[in-house]
């Protein structure tokens, strides 16, 4: 068998840990032979999750971590001050190079610095962007970013498209993916001072399929693959889309249950409804990639169950076996060159 792939898992982070990432880490194995896990985190409480379950001890590691990082920290400070947290040091696995990638589900701001200042940026990258796949009419879409930059700039917002391409491509297999930018209308002309500067920009560059503005309604439709934004409107439009999407299936659910009538038609149009449901659960697509550093660094919700830890642990063996970081080396750094 060919070498595995070697991802580090913080066992401390998110709402539900250690229970559920340990049940997500032991159901990716169990999927799949190409994967072991490192469970990062306090050793006695992973060490007795674990032994619920019965997972192939050659595919799971246990590395302990004294402390963990709290959501409401700062980020920079917690960073340095907790040396021996599941965040720093599932990290350090990554950058020694023990690890191809790290997921987590703990503080989003510690996991951005933790990226940058820990794993580091592949050269040439000027701000790894956050970019989560998102469901549509058309399939999945890829907003980029939706939480690392918020004061980015034109240029930055130029290599988000530049990876967003390779990784829809690459990932997704999404061909020619459509690249558009977030914008209040359709017309060149309209936008902010980042989106004016930014549009040019895009219009003239190579090796992308650069399609104009897309409206915040154009997004669930599918009018883009790759969608373009500073991490403030990005961060608005995920919240926004798993807002809507939350209250649409409790509203439908509370329909189908209010009558008699309702509920019998809810029988007969379940199955269908199921299966139309679940391409739109984002749990499904796993993390978000935090695209540009040296190595792959995976953040999932903070609310995450074991089936979004377990698609987080699993999207890191198409990344690693595309060689994703090498195409973006070699499309970004390499272009940029010349």
């Not at 790894?128 to 930055?156: E, M, Q, W, Y």
């Not at 391409?165 to 209308?185: A, D, Q, T």
Request: hydrophobic residues 45%; glycine residues 10%; proline residues 4%.
């Amino acid at each position: 068998m060919s070498e595995r792939i070697n991802v580090a898992v913080d066992a401390m982070g998110g709402d539900n840990a250690p229970a559920e990432v340990v049940k997500g880490a032991v159901e990716a194995v169990r999927e799949s032979a190409k994967i072991k896990v490192f469970l990062v985190g306090r050793e006695a409480a992973v060490k007795a999750e674990l032994a619920k379950y019965d997972a192939a001890q050659d595919q799971i590691e246990i590395v302990d971590a004294s402390e963990v990082i709290e959501t409401a920290e700062p980020p920079v400070a917690a960073i340095r001050a907790k040396k021996d947290s599941s965040i720093v040091k599932g990290m350090k696995l990554v950058k020694e190079g023990r690890c191809d990638a790290f997921v987590s589900a703990g503080s989003t701001g510690a996991v951005l610095v933790g990226g940058q200042v820990l794993v580091g940026r592949i050269k040439g990258v000027e701000r790894p962007p956050l970019a989560p796949v998102i469901p549509t009419a058309k399939g999945a879409a890829l907003l980029i970013d939706c939480g690392a930059n918020v004061d980015a700039r034109a240029s930055h917002l130029v290599q988000f498209a530049k990876m967003g391409s390779i990784y829809m491509e690459h990932i997704l297999g999404v061909k020619n993916p459509r690249v558009g930018i977030v914008n209040i209308g359709a017309e060149e002309e309209k936008g902010n001072a980042l989106v004016k500067e930014t549009f040019p920009l895009l219009k003239a560059c190579k090796g992308i399929n650069f399609i104009g503005s897309v409206e915040a309604r154009d997004i669930p439709a599918g009018e883009a693959d790759v969608i373009v934004c500073e991490a403030f409107v990005g961060n608005v439009i995920l919240k926004m889309y798993e807002g809507v999407g939350g209250t649409l299936i409790q509203e439908v659910k509370r329909g189908m249950m209010s009558t008699l009538r309702s509920k019998i038609g809810a029988l007969l149009v379940k199955p269908a409804l199921k299966e139309t449901l679940k391409a739109f659960d984002l749990e499904q697509y796993g993390g978000a990639p935090l695209l540009g550093l040296k190595g792959l660094v995976v953040k999932t919700h903070g609310s995450s169950k074991s089936v979004e830890v377990k698609n987080s642990i699993l999207q890191c063996i198409a990344f690693q076996e595309q060689k994703i970081n090498d195409k973006i080396r070699e499309q970004i750094v390499q272009q940029e060159e010349t």
